[in-house]
């Protein structure tokens, strides 16, 4: 039987690496595993043939290397008409101690360039959910009427009403992806997966929980957001280009 203790659990192909995320190696914020002591493995199931890679970040539970040689798997480079399953998982190499391959559930998929939503909207929000059918609608409501053009929900295993929410939402136009994120006590590396996953699709994404609602002082006295203010977007950095992260201050009530 698996433990969550220790386990890579999720992998996600961008065109120029593999990121693996994993449990049970980088223990401590801060505190992180050098890349040179660990390798991505990516072994093909049905012959049982394994290729190494070097893994170059190694940050909590988010680990990239290199992507794998598929012709060593009898495919293209591409993997054009990869139909065999390739697991993933890290191998840890310490000095002195006895190196071993950490318990996988994840599988590797070659990148394939997708079509992208065009035109590329300004600003989404993710957020990763459980149970939250009852409040959702009003968060996505709120923040659709002040600038978020599209929203990424991380449903964490929810058992509630959540997707006939969603897709009622979708129904009344709002844009709505959902992304099954099974894996608990994983905020952070969900958030590390949705700037990947959105990255060609959103051109600012925006992290927060569905109990945390955007507010701007200047709009107190705002009653409805005016048509030509698009004021969460007026909040945005002009140049995107020159800043890539922006952040905001928070009040409990």
């Known amino acids: 039987m698996l ?58 539970e988010v680990f990239r290397c290199q992507h794998p040689d598929l012709t ?9 008409g990869l139909n065999k399953r390739i697991k993933l998982s890290l191998e840890i190499h310490q000095q002195g101690k006895s190196s071993f391959t950490m318990p996988s559930v994840a599988y590797y998929t070659p990148w394939r360039k997708l079509e992208t939503q ?15 059918a009852k409040v959702l609608r009003e968060w996505v409501m709120y923040h659709s009427k002040i600038g978020v053009e599209k929203f990424v929900i991380y449903d964490n295993d929810s058992d509630d009403d959540l997707m006939r929410v969603i897709k009622e939402l979708t129904q009344e136009g709002y844009n709505i992806e959902t992304v099954f994120w099974i894996w608990p006590k994983t905020q952070e590396a969900g958030f590390s997966h949705a700037t990947l996953y959105a990255k060609d699709s959103c051109t600012w994404m925006m992290y927060l929980d569905v ?15 005016p048509a030509d203010d698009p004021m969460l ?8 280009s020159a800043v ?10």
């Open 3 to 60: 433990r969550w203790t220790s386990l890579a659990y999720e992998s996600f192909s961008t065109e120029n690496d593999v990121v693996v995320f994993a449990k049970g190696l980088n223990h401590r914020q801060g505190v992180s595993l050098p890349p040179k002591e660990l390798a991505c493995v990516f072994i093909d199931e049905t012959s049982n043939n394994t290729v190494r890679t070097a893994v170059t970040t190694s940050i909590q």
């Open 72 to 80: 060593s798997f009898g495919y293209g480079r591409e993997g054009n």
């Open 118 to 132: 065009r035109p590329k909207p300004l600003l989404c929000a993710s957020t990763m959910v459980f149970d939250v």
């Open 211 to 225: 109990d945390e609602f955007v507010f701007a002082p200047s709009w107190v006295n705002s009653l409805q957001p």
């Open 233 to 240: 977007k007026s909040l945005l950095p002009k140049n995107s």
């Open 244 to 253: 890539v992260e922006s952040s905001a201050d928070w009040s409990g009530f």
